[in-house]
Structure formats: C-alpha cells, structure tokens
C-alpha cells in the first residue's frame, strides 16, 4: 500500500445527545456533515490526482461520512466493512452516557486487556484482533486507500501499521493516538519501503468552523 488516509467520521448525534459510542448507529449532526465537506474538499485538493479508493464502516456515521467525501472528492467508494466499526459496546449501545455506567463490569486490575466493560462488548485484544487481522489482506487489495471509521478503530490500524502484533506490545509501550472527529491522519509507503507516518490528527481543515 503506498498511501492510507484515515478519516474519523464526524460529529455524530450520539456526541450531542449524550449517547455512548460504539456500536450505536445514528448519523451526522448538520456540523459533522460540514466538517466533512471540508474535509472532502482538502482530499481533493490534496490526493485527487491519485487513484484512491474508500473503504468505511458500516456503521451509519462513517458511511454517511464516506458518501459526503466521494461526492465531493470523486473517489469511488469500494466497500463497506463490519470489520472497521467502533469497538463493540454492548448492551451499551443507543444508551445514556449515566445508563451505560450502571451496567459496566468492574475493571480487572490484573487483566486490564480482557476487562469486557459491557456484557455483549469486546475486550481491547478482541478488538484489537478483529480490527488487524484482515489488514493484511487488504493492504495487498488496495494500493491507495481513504479509510473513513472511528477513533478507536483508526488507532487499532495505526498500531499494526507501526509494527505491532498484539495489544500485549501496546499495552507494553503504554502508548495512544488522539484521534478526532473529522479528522485525517496519513500514513506513506516511503521509497526505502518504511511505513511514514505523515500526518496525524490533522483538523486544519476545519479550523474556521470552530
């Protein structure tokens, strides 16, 4: 793969509304619909000449996301993927922030990587693995790839794109991303065939709407 974007979809109702993440599927605010004409309109600018190709999520944020950036950057949209959805929350999903926090699991303190916060939910290795596991035959499909999902998901391929083969590394090096809403992060192929991490969290393009 020569070039990955990341784009984490934008503001979503569930940002507004007090809602959990996760799993629970609405669309756009009216201002995560503007964030990402901005956004779609810095990719063109910036990559239209290359042959990029969207890959999203599932999940209503990222495809509405993924719809808005195609349209305005001409990039073709490839597929949708359960895959690259947010980590799975559960019965937490559609909740209240207060509701949720009624029905989490108590941490393990010595098992923090398969703490399961929300019956029904994913551990962070589960995640991990659902998440990296077909990253190597997708890089392989696509040599130019805009990939539109969530916080959570774009750190989990930042990580494999960096070398890491287990959340036991991660975990390791006690490191993260911040990952924003609408935000892009790149990720090069350089000519000595390392993986360069160009950009992160790069929301310049919405600077004005702040």
Partial sequence: MDWLLLVRHGEAEHHTKGLTGGWTDLPLTDTGREQLRQLGLRLKREFGALPFQIIASDLVRAKESASIISEIGGFPVAETAVWLREKNNGIAAGLREEEARKLA??????RPLDWRRYPGGET??????RVTKPFDAFEKKYSHAIVVAHKGTIQQLLFRCLGFKSIDQVAAHNISFEISPASLTVVQQNRWGERSLVLLNDRSHIERLR
């Fill in 105 to 110: 699991f108590s941490p393990i303190a010595d």
């Fill in 124 to 129: 962070r290795r589960e995640f991990f693995d």
